[in-house]
């Protein structure tokens, strides 16, 4: 069957799971209790949270008056953490579209996760342009609707307007998309619950998902379109992000570059977060089977390229600085002048953390490390945050006007919003953690058979395959139920388990099927051009018979196998290297 | 009409395929088949119509940008043409560049939303409503086969167990 993945493939479901394992797993920790340090974790962000949310009703209160702001500085920590938070939120639909769109299977054990906490960065980052407005009740100006004060329109020509837009298209198509994926997932928890009030709950929440072959055959077609969606929808949004910057006439923000570096910028702190995050969860939740080093080596890669672009990014940004010899370019958040002025420690931290100690995942040691990871990921994240403050506050502390040079300094408001927008994120995320499937358990059960460690051993050493908790395998040896053996294809082993004793017959329909070498007509051909052979594996050839390259250049999975079986060396080898591809080539 | 239909319960998703095909080679009608997880193959192994999924999302995602063209043209073209930064706001094409993140955003939206709606209502999943498959396992890791029958339970019920049904219960149908 068509579950076959290259040995070379690390196996990406580790703990030799099986269908029912992966259910257990997944309801775990819905189903038990929530352990002390999850309380603990839960009422310090609650009270950060309550804190902020203090900090808010005073801002609303009271005016935008009770923030740092200036004369000059006219936006600060608000704009900071927001650009901060959208970017955070754009791993999410990263992982779950991008990667969909490229059929790469460890985004299934992390989709989930990301997207959650995609969706909770978005709900932060909403917060500071609505709050930012002085007269939240206002808000309503931004939507284009028909109202009582004349004709007076939302300007369709402004990207503070497009990012409205963007913003809540992205939210909310973040959203379906996650709830859709969720349904059969829900539903498992629901079939699975025993108390009356969570089956009521997970029945709501699975909105009646029965998962008939209809209902699956449209939920992968709407999962590939919604992606194809998300992708260029994702882009769009940290584009129009970095616009609100780069359309206006501000040094240092006036550049063409914003948009690609604002969304490398965003995927490389959105990766940054989701680490951060899902290190502590495959511990807490007990997912280390599922979240494996394969995942978080390949997020730490996607890392280093996205923070090779940011670098790149800065690099011109400075460079484009300098080359001008303008003064008033002397002073943006990439020049000599902000690299030695006042504000160098926000510079340097930017370099430091987002450029500089990312580099250490060129070491494969350090990429496949835990510990090191979580402690880049924080570097990262803090990093990101100092890009946004830099943009905005270093560009906007000088100009033209050398009287009104400034700097900023955060009031305990600015301060107690952005803690408590952290504890929001986290009060949001440990509930999830609590109460959502945390894997897209339907989806990593369709990978199973092609990427569970099991599988994939058994298939290597063709031995039925084997399962870590008794009793819950998926495959029973079907002869016990089934009156006469049927002719179906056992679904694991693929090839026939072979003796010594019938060695002969498989090498007689080795030879059947890929043709006899005659020494009077034919011509042996030097076997060891291929990569691969060796003088070893020649002689183990000619024995069988083989002896020209129109023979190998037959060879398919089953005559590899075949061969695997009678040698009993280098199983796969053959494959791999692609015997018969060579053999082709060689014979013309 | 069959007021009979057989549930056979498999546990393998290959066994499974196998057995759709068996009994479709039978010419015995398979009403339903529900599985834990997307198989891939298996509509067509069943003999399902493609969905048409994309296709409704196609023509909601133009919906969304006609209206969108609709939208901005009455808005900053005939309601209330303003000059912002001498931008040209006499027509709608002269403007169009400044409008294009709004375009594509309508378009993005309505695709989106409208084809997850189409896909909920045509799969009758809402909040509320009851599910239907009729074993709890086959959220698990079992799978289920519905197959009518009309007075040729026997037959069918050990076709069934052949192609490697684990469990195999009769149902009364209303």
Known sequence: ?588 | MSSKVIHAIYDDDDVLMNAVKEVRAAHHHIEEVYTPFPVHGLDKAMGLEPTRMGITAFMFGLTGLGFAVWFLNYIMIDNWPQNIGGKPSFTFYHNMPAFVPILFEMTVFFAAHLMVITFYLRSKIWPFRKAENPDPRTTDDKFLMEVAVDGNEDEVASLLKRTGAIEINVKETH
Request: neutral net charge; contains cysteine.
């Open chain 1, 1 to 588: 069957m068509g579950h076959y993945e290259a040995p070379i493939r690390e196996a990406i479901i580790t703990g030799d799971k099986s269908y029912h394992d992966i259910t257990v797993d997944v309801a775990g920790p819905i189903e038990r209790k929530a352990n002390k340090q999850w309380w603990i974790a839960f009422i310090i962000s609650l009270a950060a949270f309550l804190w902020g949310f203090g900090a808010i009703a005073y801002t609303i209160g009271t005016g935008i008056g009770v923030w740092g702001l200036n004369n000059r500085i006219n936006w600060a920590w608000d704009i900071t953490n927001f650009v901060w938070w959208v970017g955070i939120g754009h791993a999410g639909t990263l992982i779950s579209a991008v990667l969909l769109l490229f059929r790469q299977k460890w985004r299934m054990g992390i989709n989930r996760s990301a997207e959650a906490m995609t969706i909770f960065a978005v709900v932060q980052a909403g917060l500071f342009p609505l709050i930012h407005m002085g007269r939240i009740w206002d808000g309503f100006y931004v939507l284009p609707i028909p109202n009582a004060l004349g004709s007076l329109w939302v300007n369709f020509n402004s990207p503070l307007l497009w990012d409205v837009f963007a913003i809540s298209t992205y939210l909310t198509v973040s959203l379906v998309f996650w709830w859709t994926g969720l349904l059969p997932d829900f539903a498992m928890i629901r079939d699975r619950a025993t108390k009356p009030f969570q089956k009521k709950i997970y029945s709501l929440l699975s909105f009646g998902w029965s998962g008939r072959a209809k209902d699956w055959q449209r939920f992968e077609e709407v999962s590939l379109v919604l992606a194809g969606l998300a992708t260029p929808l994702v882009l769009s949004v940290h584009t129009i992000v970095s616009f609100d910057f780069a359309t206006s006439v501000i040094p240092g923000w006036h550049s063409t570059v914003y948009p690609p570096y604002f969304v490398a910028g965003a995927v490389f702190s959105g990766f940054a977060m989701v680490q951060t995050l899902l290190l502590i969860m495959r511990k807490v939740c007990n997912l280390e089977y599922y979240i494996t080093r394969v995942h978080i080596e390949n997020m730490n890669k996607v890392i280093l390229v996205t923070g090779g672009i940011v670098t790149v990014a800065y690099l011109s940004e400075f460079f484009v600085g300098w080359y001008t010899g303008s003064s008033y370019e002397d002073f943006v958040y990439l020049s000599v002048g902000a690299a030695t002025g006042p504000y160098w420690w926000a510079f340097w931290s930017l370099i430091i953390c987002n450029s500089v100690i990312p580099q250490l995942f060129w070491i494969k040691k350090i990429r496949t490390n835990y510990v090191w990871t979580f402690i880049i990921s924080i570097f990262i994240n803090i990093g990101m945050w100092f890009e946004r403050f830099d943009i905005i506050v270093i560009n906007l502390s000088r100009g033209h006007l050398p009287s009104s040079w400034t700097q900023f300094s955060p009031t305990f408001v600015d301060i107690g919003i952005f803690i408590g927008t952290l504890g929001f994120f986290f009060v949001l995320f440990l509930l999830y953690a609590r109460t959502f499937p945390v894997i897209a358990q339907a989806e990593v059960k369709s990978i199973l058979k092609s990427t569970g460690d099991n599988y994939k051993r058994a298939r290597e050493t063709n031995q039925p395959v084997q399962f870590a908790m008794a009793g819950a395998g998926v495959s029973q040896p079907i002869n016990v139920v089934a009156e006469e053996q049927p002719a179906i294809e056992t679904p694991v082993i693929e090839t026939p388990e072979v003796t010594v004793d019938d060695k002969d017959a498989q090498t007689d329909s080795l030879l059947a099927s890929l043709g006899t070498f005659d020494p009077a007509t034919d011509t042996a051909d030097d076997l060891k051009k291929i990569k691969g052979v060796g003088p070893k594996m020649e002689a183990t050839l000619n024995q069988i018979g083989i002896y020209t390259f129109d023979q190998v250049s037959k060879m398919t999975k089953k005559e590899y196998d075949l061969l695997d079986s009678i040698t009993g060396s280098f199983p796969g080898r053959a494959e791999r290297d692609d015997w018969a591809g060579q053999a082709k080539n060689l014979k013309s």
